[in-house]
RNA sequence: GCCCCCGUGGCGGAAUCGGUAGACGCGGCAGACUCAAAAUCUGUUGCCUUCACGGGCGUGCUGGUUCAAGUCCGGCCGGGGGCACCA
């Protein structure tokens, strides 16, 4: 019989999918509708494993769910703007339009080659004016809304990539692409006004049962909401009327010995001016930049003003004034009480400074007389003391009067604050959204009017010069002010991608829709059932995407508030690292293994073998798709992505693995091709059958159940041993009726269907069959044939397995207790003690105690 | 420093409602087929002990709860991730 050609067979059915428009999602179905969604790709060039792993993952959720009868939305798109397409230009002269559409073309194929279930007709890519004219026309919603605004900050400047970056585009002080060093700049830019729905984003969390409980953490640690109170300290003898300080301890507010201003407090600045060393000290604070002075946990300083603050519940208390380089002025007000006894940073700062440090709250089992503080602060809980009013309040009735006290008196207020800032979106770049604003010297910022939308990036620029080619272009700035017709600038700056990716799945939902999103399609597709992709975007896309959507409900083009009902997030693709003996990375198609040592492919020389990492072109240790679905096909490189590593977790490849694969899809064609006379398709087997034929047809609906319960809870590396075990069975059955063994066969194919879509196509035609497996209907199994009527239970003695016994699912307590007694195995263990218990769990174990 | 997750054969991993630890795969070993190889098939594969039947030990370590612990609780050790002066 002939070996499965994949490539033949593969490139036959990808074919017939398409012809037959099998994959189209319509925008109204009685069917129960269900919308798959991977993050789409940058248009890099060439798909890698990690695409093939998450798009494998969501094809098969696609297809699971299209054959058990919903209407499956499965689009597919470019994150197609961004810096790669830039530098490309940069360096080999080729437009970023050019080089990012061959791209689309080259990875569009890749892609198809994989066999997916795909709607292509709804394709786009974020580079098309199609989208960013509807992106534009977002921005200038939101802009009326008041949910964009433009200001000065201190903003994350990225001197490699000349752009500035968002909090969250900082990872570890370095630019989240390039690496570099960020630097902190004061400059104008554009935010959009995330942290308007801070407690929103935060409380919604909540509703977010399917998403794993990881990044919902990971979220709710960015968005840092902190419950306190924000009061003043008067000033004696200064400029300024108060001190407005935040704290969420203000119940040990009797423990303050000093005030702390940050730096770039404007108080400090105006003192600054006046005080040279004060100024010097600023300086030094500022030197080190952002980065550094977090990674070294810098040493506290600080500087004492020679201002005195007046205690808000004692006039007659004065506290020292310094400014300290721990105070951050983007965090609360800038400002702080330092509290020693209780507050870590308070206490280094205290005993550099010699400051007093008085604890007021004692633990509930210490002695408030002999309690003390040395090198660590106390944080935990407790009752108060040396506090005067508050003194053996618990810690939260001591918040709850200190802010009555103070709001009483007109000097503080309860008030919540967040470590989320506003998300800056504007960027010095080319290849990005242009942002539809004109600066009038007369009127201001002006939108550019609708009608001229899009508004598109000029085609003509130069990469050869410093800084952002639309600043730099010649004519496409200067522009006349749509309001009043005179000479006015456009805004140079483009949108940050991840603007573009953060409402792309609703505009999936019809993708050529006039409006931003078309409210019919948006209503029956959204929220996205089931979105997968790495857990990178953890607190990037997937945050900004939640705001978005927020936004785009309030703007009424959405009615959902959440995107993404459903979210996986799957592991990386490893492999192991080879260097050779002069320590330079090798690629694992240069390098053999004979007897367990590697070797540089054809020679002998050896070569040195890493741990299994990241797959990254640094180390080299990169095998390509390509290359697979060249040599086994698809379905071979879709089954390892599935097989033995749970989907969560990172997976190695190995050669070994993929060779197992296709041995597998190998034998799959000879179990269907080689299977012998059966009866046509339609023929049932008879419902009273017994031996081979009954173990071979609960094999079959055993493995349906199984199977689909996996399958429903993304555990596909379980799926697949459930396959291997029904192949097993039908390897391991006997002569068998021809009615069952179309059945068991039948069934397999159709398992197999989603996660190797075009075997089970060629394996459903050699069954016979004139219809898809694409189109097929997902099996039920029969539950009567799940369970068997007998079953083989271990009987232990004291604890430990002795023996096992087979008994009829129904037996009796006593008898189970029986025949578990009757074992030999069991006497012996028992050595003539007679049992002074004997636990019979039904159906599971049965346990003597002597 | 704070927060979170994870430690099971040579390897990936099953077993998560406390109830036969090691399903399934990879790799290894032995055999069949073959002139030979590839492909395929069969058997075997946690460790120790025994000719064998069997017995003992085993889920990072250590205590505990329980008739019963990979699973629950306490304390350690190791690995990974997130946030990092957030008041």
């Keep these: 019989m002939a070996r499965y050609n994949a490539k033949e067979s593969e490139a036959r059915w990808q074919e017939a999918w398409s012809t037959r428009g099998v994959f189209a999602a319509v925008n109204q179905s009685a069917l129960p509708k269900c919308y798959v969604l991977e993050m789409f790709p940058y248009p890099s060039g060439r798909i890698h494993m990690g695409h093939a792993r998450n798009y494998t993952m969501g094809d098969v959720i696609a297809r699971f769910k299209r054959a058990q009868g919903f209407n ?11 810096l790669p397409a830039e530098n490309a230009a940069r360096e080999k002269g080729v437009h970023p339009r050019e080089w990012t559409y061959a791209n689309i073309a080259a990875m569009r194929e890749q892609l198809k080659a994989m066999g997916l279930a795909i709607d292509w007709s709804r394709e786009f890519a974020t580079c098309d004016p199609e989208y960013y004219a509807r992106q534009q026309k977002l921005f200038l919603d939101f802009f009326r809304m008041g949910l964009v605004y433009r200001a000065e900050a201190d903003v994350n400047w990225d001197p490699v990539d000349s752009t500035v970056l968002a909090n969250e585009q900082v990872i570890e002080g370095r630019g989240w692409r390039s690496g570099a060093i960020v630097e902190r700049r004061k400059l104008s830019q554009w935010f959009f006004r995330i942290t308007q729905f801070a407690d929103d ?7 977010l049962e399917r998403w794993p409980e990881k990044v919902r953490l990971m979220q709710k640690n960015w968005i840092g909401r902190s419950e306190g109170l924000r009061f003043s300290f008067a000033l004696k003898d200064a400029p300024e009327p108060g001190v407005e300080v935040f704290s969420t301890r203000p119940d040990t507010l009797f423990g303050a010995s000093f005030v702390a201003l940050s730096p770039d407090h404007p ?8 005080d040279a060393k004060l100024a010097a000290f600023v300086a030094e604070c500022h030197r080190g930049g952002t980065a550094e002075e977090t990674i070294e946990t810098a040493e506290k300083m600080g500087y004492n003003t020679g201002l005195r603050a007046t205690h808000p519940l004692d006039p007659n208390w004065q506290l020292p004034v310094y400014v300290a380089n721990f105070v951050l002025m983007a965090y609360g007000t800038g400002a ?3 509290c020693p006894a209780h507050d870590q940073r308070d206490l280094d700062f205290a005993r550099k400074y010699r400051l007093p440090v008085l604890p007021v709250v004692i633990p509930d089992d210490a002695d408030t007389k002999s309690f003390t503080i040395g090198t660590e602060a106390y944080v935990g809980s407790g009752h108060l003391a040396n506090s005067r009013f508050l003194d053996g309040l618990d810690v939260d009735a001591a918040k709850n009067e200190v802010a009555k006290r103070l709001e009483a008196a007109g000097t503080g207020a309860r008030t919540v604050h967040y470590r989320l800032r506003d998300w800056l979106v504007s960027r010095q770049r080319y290849w990005g959204c242009p942002i539809p604003i004109v600066h009038c ?11 001229n939308l899009p508004l598109k990036l000029p085609d003509e620029v130069r990469f050869d010069l410093p800084g952002n080619p639309l600043e730099n272009h010649p004519a496409w700035k200067h522009v006349k002010c749509p309001v009043c017709g005179g000479a006015a600038t456009r805004e140079t700056d483009t949108f940050d991608t991840f603007v573009d990716s953060s409402w792309y799945f609703a505009r999936f939902t019809d993708s050529h829709a006039d409006a931003p999103v078309n409210p019919d399609a948006a209503r029956y597709w959204m929220p996205v059932d089931q979105y997968i992709g790495g857990v990178e975007h953890a607190v990037l896309h997937l945050l900004y995407a939640r705001f978005f959507t927020r936004a785009m409900a309030k703007a009424g083009d959405i009615a959902v508030q959440e995107p993404f009902a459903g979210l996986f997030t799957q592991g990386m693709v490893c492999h192991e690292t080879y260097r050779d003996a002069d320590g330079e990375w090798l690629l694992p198609e ?7 040592q590697a070797f540089r492919r ?9 741990p299994s990492e990241k797959m990254s072109k640094s180390k080299k240790n990169v095998v390509a798709p390509e290359g697979i679905i060249d040599a086994f096909g698809a379905d071979t490189i879709r089954w390892f992505m599935l097989s033995d590593t749970p989907p969560e977790r990172d997976v190695e490849w190995t050669q070994e693995g993929a060779e197992g694969c296709w041995r597998f899809v190998q034998r799959i064609h000879r179990l269907v091709t080689e299977a012998g006379a059966l009866p046509p398709p339609g023929a049932k087997p008879a419902q009273d059958c017994g031996g081979a034929d009954l173990e071979l047809r609960r094999a079959t609906h055993r493995a349906v159940a199984a199977v689909t319960e996996d399958l429903a809870a993304l555990r596909f590396n379980r799926a697949v041993a459930q396959i291997y075990t029904l192949a097993n069975a039908l390897s391991a059955s006997g002569p068998v009726d021809g009615a069952v063994k179309r059945e068991a066969l039948e069934v397999l194919v159709l398992l197999i269907g989603p996660m190797m879509p075009h075997l089970a196509e060629t394996c459903w035609e050699a069954l016979g069959h004139k219809t898809l497996v694409a189109t097929a209907h997902w099996p039920v199994a029969n539950k009567g044939l799940v369970t068997s009527d007998t079953l083989v239970i271990a009987v232990q003695v ?20 029986a025949s578990a007694l009757a074992l030999d195995s069991v006497q012996r263990a028992l050595e003539g003690k007679t049992p002074r218990r004997v636990i019979v769990v039904p159906g599971r174990i049965v346990n003597v105690v002597a």
Aim: hydrophobic letters at 40%.
């Design 72 to 82: 499956v939305l499965h689009p597919m798109g470019w994150d197609a703007f961004g």
């Design 201 to 207: 984003l935060l409380t919604g969390l909540d509703s």
């Design 267 to 274: 108080l400090t600045e105006q003192l600054a001016a006046r």
């Design 336 to 338: 702080i009480f330092g």
């Design 441 to 451: 010297g007369m009127c201001g910022m002006v939108p550019v009017p609708e009608r």
């Design 590 to 596: 240069d390098v053999e293994k004979r007897d367990g």
């Design 602 to 610: 054809g020679s002998d020389a050896p070569v040195a073998v890493g």
């Design 798 to 817: 004291n604890g430990k397995r002795r023996g096992e016994i087979e008994i009829a699912r129904a037996a009796q307590e006593e008898e189970v207790k």
